[in-house]
């Protein structure tokens, strides 16, 4: 096997890069909705001199110079009135005059007042005309500012708006680093269908190797044949116990790995007790007959055993396999041992299903996806010790660090050395307690991610929940459900932040239902499709021409979209269904587009089957396993705290924006323009700056700038950077 990754490996990988394991995928909207568009600020009225008000303001000035009308008129009369008495000899001559001279000094302050009153209304009316022209210039002087400033919101409104939209809502769920293993308690066939094809597709992006159990018999596997034979991988398979000939998994072991694997085997079927006893004597015979030893020859060990000396029972085939010589020398090896003969006899009876593992195997040659599977109709008591046989046997191979590979015909089988490897094992509630300690112990020693599936809530998963290098995953539960909710509220949590309200999508439960009864059929068709021609006329090529081999290099996230689209049931059902996948959080007639859920025992039993509850490090979270998330156009292989928030709130589209995350007029933490983030900066092609901030370093091979940078030597932010490389490769979208 290839030598394990280390960990210090594993954590400078950079994110988006090899080494992910992808759970399925969580629904959140990063950017929150920008809200209505800013409205458009409309001119106030303009503001008259109405003809009321100038008519009022005229009537109200001869209001109250009205009496000085009446004086100034009876002056007249008695001005007039003198010369006319005057004429008629009633009044003399300088009575008259006088009369005359008084009128007019009295009339005389009487016009001044006249016509200082309509100059002060004239005054007044031009005053107000002033005070209008005044009050529609700053008008309009406001009217301006506030189109550049809904110009400028409008503009970061439409960003925000168009950032909401463009944004992907399915997010990848990973294993976190650290975690050796990964703990899956519930589910259905099709639960378990999709969760190990999402497995798939993270192990065929990056060229990885997977390792498959399944002890189910129901086919699980399927899906993922479907999709590896599309990417131009040919799994190898073998089902149990009708490939045990083809297959050599465990027979290339040291004499003491063998013994413990089938003394595992043997107490699978009962008697955890003589174990020991039962590994000591398997080691004591292939001590004498030989490491290399196949099962037959191991088995006529244990019948020489049975059979007395004096009995040269010929016409035995198990003791033909043996010479005198060896089974003498058996006798005398073993025969010391108190009760060998009873033990040797239960051992004969529990490793004879065994008897021809490898004696047909194939050329050996390297496969980057091997499931092993039962076979149905075996019964689960066969599953059991045929899936002991599995694992013991993977164990080992897990514990071995970096074991030469195995030369056939002259040729060294290619792997990869940096290759990461998953061992997925579907039914793991069937192993013995003490064959998933020793897969998890050898797990975290080698390097291996291990994912055990757990159909019942059985103590050897629960006591897993609280080891901080097993992630638990909780699925839908139908026995049981009350132990692993209790399980579940005793996983610690982190106690600063608020908890994250649990929501499951109605893309999750549609997809769920239609999809779970096909996935399901046992080694048959889907519904409506027809038989499958590739398992009744195997082609050597993929629709597209490519070569299947055993292996292939990694497949660029495009080409895996397509071939889940286009390869699964889970792709061609969730693309059909794309339009559930709304932005919105409500529609009128279909109903809210989430539902909130909880972690009480209830709510594991109404989990739709694709939905799995992640007990992760930073709280638990609702994860849909299903593979055609992937090609949504919503859905990105990053992970949530990949995501790079954009800085809009969601706000953007409201004026007076406030409280403690408004900053400043604009956009919220986008760099002001003038700043030293403002400006582009130009790096080196190995990834160097060539213009940093004052201090750093000013050259691609990082000495020291002969002089800092000024505000003259900055780049000009309207200019383009000068290109300094060769052009960048091209950006996938979904990363």
């Known amino acids: 096997m290839p030598t394990p990754r280390s960990s210090a490996a594993a954590a400078s990988t950079p994110r988006g890069e090899t080494g992910r394991t992808y759970l399925g995928w969580r629904h959140k909207v990063v950017l929150p909705p920008p809200g209505p568009a800013p409205r458009r600020p409309a001119p106030a009225d303009a503001e008259t001199l109405s003809e009321e008000w100038i008519a009022g303001q005229l009537d109200s000035e001869k209001q109250t110079n009205r009496p000085l009308y009446f004086a100034l008129g009876g002056l007249g009369l008695f001005a007039l009135l003198c010369p006319l008495l005057w004429t008629l000899r009633i009044l003399p001559g300088s009575l008259a005059l006088g009369g005359v001279f008084a009128c007019m000094a009295i009339a005389a302050p009487v016009v001044f007042a006249l016509v200082q009153s309509r100059q002060v209304v004239a005054t007044r009316l031009e005053r107000a005309k002033e005070r209008l022209e005044q009050e529609r210039a700053e008008r309009e002087r406001a009217l301006h500012d506030q189109q550049r400033e809904h110009a400028r919101r409008y503009t970061e409104w439409r960003a925000a708006a168009r950032a909401y939209e463009a944004q992907p809502r399915w997010y990848g769920m990973t294993v976190p680093p650290g975690t050796s293993a990964v703990i899956v308690v519930g589910g259905t066939d099709a639960g378990w269908s999709a969760l190990l094809t999402t497995i798939g597709v993270s192990r065929l992006r990056e060229g990885g190797d997977l390792t498959v159990v399944d002890l189910t018999g129901h086919a699980v596997a399927r899906e993922l044949v479907r999709l590896a034979r599309r990417c131009a991988v040919q799994p190898r398979q073998w089902v149990l116990p009708a490939d045990l000939p083809r297959m050599t998994l465990g027979t290339n072991l040291d004499a003491g790995q063998r013994a413990r694997i089938l003394s595992a085997v043997a107490a699978a079927s009962g008697q955890l007790e003589e174990v020991d006893a039962d590994e000591t004597l398997l080691l004591r015979l292939l001590e004498v007959l030989g490491a290399d030893v196949g099962i037959a020859r191991l088995i006529g060990g244990l019948r020489a055993l049975v059979t007395p000396e004096e009995d040269a029972a010929e016409d035995d085939p198990a003791l033909a396999l043996l010479t005198q010589r060896e089974r003498a020398r058996v006798r005398e090896r073993c025969a010391d041992d108190p009760g060998v003969r009873e033990r040797a006899w239960a051992l004969e009876n529990r490793l004879s299903p065994f008897e021809a593992v490898g004696t047909r195997a194939d050329d050996g040659a390297y496969a980057q996806v091997k499931i092993i599977s039962t076979d149905r109709a075996s019964g689960a008591t066969a599953a059991r010790v045929y899936g002991t046989y599995a694992v013991a046997a993977l164990s080992e191979l897990l514990e071995a660090r970096a074991p030469e590979p195995v030369s056939v015909g002259g040729r060294t089988p290619r792997v990869r050395p940096d290759r990461t490897r998953s061992v997925v094992v579907c039914g793991a509630e069937t192993l013995p307690a003490e064959e998933v300690d020793q897969v998890l112990a050898a797990a975290a020693e080698g390097g291996v991610e291990v994912v055990l599936m757990f159909r019942t809530a059985v103590p050897a998963a629960l006591e897993r929940f609280s080891d901080p290098g097993c992630l638990p995953v909780v699925m839908a539960q139908h026995s049981g459900a009350a132990e692993v909710a209790d399980a579940v509220a005793a996983v610690p949590r982190p106690a600063e932040g608020d908890p994250q309200r649990l929501e ?29 021609e590739d398992l009744l006329f195997p082609s ?156 750093g370093s000013g050259k691609a091979d990082g000495s020291a700038a002969p002089k800092p940078v000024g505000a003259a030597d900055r780049v000009d932010p309207e200019r383009v950077p000068p290109n300094l490389g060769p052009p960048p490769q091209r950006l996938d979208w979904r990363v």
């Open 540 to 695: 050597p090529h993929t629709e597209s021409g490519a070569v299947i081999r055993n292996a292939a290099a990694a497949i660029a996230p495009l080409d895996l979209v397509r071939h889940v689209r286009s390869a699964t049931a889970w792709g061609r059902a969730t693309v059909q269904a794309a339009e559930l996948d709304t932005p919105v959080s409500a529609d009128a007639e279909a109903g809210p587009s989430v539902r909130g859920t909880g972690l009480d025992a209830e709510a594991l039993r109404e989990l739709p089957s694709t939905a799995a509850l992640v007990l992760a490090p930073d709280g638990p979270v609702v994860t849909d396993t299903n593979p055609g998330i992937l090609a949504l156009s919503t859905a990105t292989l990053a992970t949530v705290e990949d995501s790079r928030n954009t800085g809009t709130g969601g706000d953007a589209g409201h004026s007076g924006a406030s409280g403690p995350d408004a900053e400043g007029p604009g956009r919220r933490g986008s760099p002001e323009p003038g700043s030293e983030a403002g400006r582009p900066r130009i790096t080196a092609p190995d990834g160097r700056p060539l213009t940093d901030a004052p201090g």
């Open 504 to 532: 499951v999508h109605r893309l999750t439960e549609v997809i769920g239902a239609a999809v779970g009864g096909a996935v399901a059929e046992p080694d048959g068709a889907e519904a409506g499709e027809g038989a499958d």
